[in-house]
């Protein structure tokens, strides 16, 4: 959660601060603020309730000048969202003034201690706890800002990705991060920091990912300087960033959310490109050559994720066990992680995050970790946390994702699940050749299917207007498809606001059958596989009871087609693969009742990208 932008160089820090706050607003958009310190070393901290817009409104008229300055678009934890709560804090000095990303769980304690040694708060926040503390060690040991911090940060716990600069030292930049991302973009006698690469790639591709505990010295004119809490010096690694301007920009669409589901062909031509090959018979996965022993040996699998990842991971949890015979279990990463759960040496814990950096996600694999498990993590965020704190694993290359409602992230998890799943059945020989050179081939064909698909995209919009006025919808799918059912009525909650529930089509007629009346809309996966008869039984206990079905069926199909009240028609493809082409229709439905009721779909209410705090 949050956005941390900074910057310190030769030019006027304020415009490459708001342009990146720009970037990083799916992180957090219920306030933003900015602090500089001007040519007369004077620091000017302004704050705005709601978006980077209404920033750079109330600003207008102010001095804004000055080439080192912080920056922050903040998704509220602590305190609500207004300008007093607003990031950055300053110290009572009025010398210092941090932006931070995280929960500082021991704050009251602090603040206590703090109060009593006669600070007062202008704020409900954590934060403004951290900077008057790093305040007070400075002010009462009379030490530097970096040891300072150092200090301070000791007697912290949480999480925390921070920024600091010091009116009385304009010439630097403190950043310190644990449990939540931050990166240093290195230029021309110039540094850039964010919470992630995109507000960087415009000045220079090359990067340090700072690790949990340490603290970065970034000063005009030297070399990057990052020591530990104990002031031990670390030799950073300078990573280059293979991202382009283009994929953070919205290419003429109305929404990124729009050209993310229009991606997806693309993006899971990126995802396979090197993986299957040119002659679609044949799966190869680096991580299965570099540690087939271990994953070929395991006992069972446990995947652990959170949202729309943990329905990926249903997904995955059925292609594998279908294919490769191996039990498969899929935790909540935030459940997971309370409780003691039963893991052991011979078991392999798939993490995925889109971000690589969800806070519970990252926690189960430290969790699995500490007890032998062999981690494997999928994500699409190269350099974050979790590819750095797992053993193996695979990037799912389908770039950047903005909109906070994941779409291309989740068909891009999938498909790196089903390239798993058959690369271990291949080398485990649980499926014959002939069903692997099947699948292989049917996987290659996804995009070009995914293109049928998105043709249909103006008639889904035209069919979604007559929806806006429902308060509830019923998403139903079998085998393979119960999962895109409850990522369908996800999406549909996170960017409309309509309450919405997945279930598996045989599970309704306990309990909730007794919802359906005419004003219910009930989107039915039905498309022609083994349970296509089950599904058309529970299309017509629908309308008996007067639903409105909106059913996703598979070309041609006649049966359903005279029952449903809506139909949309899907290019035929093997069972298992089929939550690739079926979620597309309910990503675009879900866009367009959103943009019909009026929603902000790229940036929902109460929602942020990546959830880097519990």
Known sequence: ?????????????????????????????????????????????????????????????????????????????HGEPCQMNAHPHYSASGNLALIH?????????????????GYTFKSETDTEVLVQLIDYVRETKKLDLLTAVEIALRSVIGAYAIAVIDKNTP?????????SPLVVGIGEGEFFLASDASPIVEYTDKVVYLDDEEIALISQGKEL?????????????????DLELGQLEKGGYPHFMLKEIFEQPSCLNDCMRGRVNTEANHVILSAIIDHKERLLSARRFIIVACGTSWHAGLI????????????????????????????????????????????????????????????????????????????????????????????????????????LALCLAYEKKTIGEEEYLNLVHELASVPEKMERVLEMDTRIGQLSRIFTYAHNF????????????????????????????????????H???????????????????????????????????????????????????RLADDVIELPRIVECFEPLITTIPLQLLAYHIAVCKGKDVDQPRNLAKSVTVE
């Open 1 to 77: 959660m949050c956005g941390i932008v900074g910057y310190i160089g030769n030019r006027e820090a304020y415009p490459i601060l708001i342009k990146g706050l720009k970037r990083l607003e799916y992180r957090g958009y219920d306030s933003a603020g900015v602090a500089l310190i001007n040519k007369a070393g004077a620091m000017n901290v302004y704050k705005a309730k709601g978006r980077v817009c209404d920033l750079e409104e109330s600003v207008s008229s102010k001095d804004i000048s000055g080439c080192i300055g912080i920056a922050h678009t903040r998704w509220a934890t």
């Open 101 to 117: 990303n995280g929960i500082i769980e021991n704050y009251a304690a602090l603040k206590e201690k703090l109060k009593r040694k």
């Open 171 to 179: 010439n630097q930049i403190i950043a310190a991060r644990k449990s």
């Open 225 to 241: 300087k990052v020591v530990n809490l104990h002031n031990v010096v670390i030799t950073p690694e300078v990573k280059t960033v």
């Open 316 to 419: 995955g949890k059925h292609l594998i066990e279908s294919v490769c015979r191996i039990p498969v279990e899929v935790e909540y990463a935030s459940e997971f992680r309370y409780r003691n759960p039963v893991i052991g040496e011979n078991d392999v814990v798939i993490a995925i995050s889109q971000s690589g950096e969800t806070a519970d996600t990252l926690a189960a694999v430290e969790l699995a970790k500490r007890k032998g498990a062999f981690i494997y993590g999928i994500c699409n965020a190269v350099g974050s946390s979790i590819p750095r704190n797992t053993h193996t694993g695979s990037y799912i290359h389908v770039g950047p994702e903005i909109g906070v409602a994941s779409t291309k992230a989740f068909t891009g998890q999938v498909t790196v699940l089903a390239m």
């Open 474 to 509: 019923l998403y139903l799918g079998r085998g393979f498809n119960y999962p895109v059912a409850l990522e369908g009525a996800l999406k549909l909650k996170e960017i409309s606001y309509i309450h919405a529930e997945g279930y598996p089509a045989a599970e309704m007629k």
């Open 511 to 561: 309990g909730p059958i007794a919802l359906i009346d005419a004003e219910m809309p009930v989107v039915v996966i039905a498309t022609r596989n083994a349970m296509y008869e089950k599904v058309l039984s529970n299309i017509q206990e629908i309308k008996a009871r007067k639903g409105k079905v909106i059913a996703l069926v598979t070309e041609g199909d006649e049966e359903i087609s």
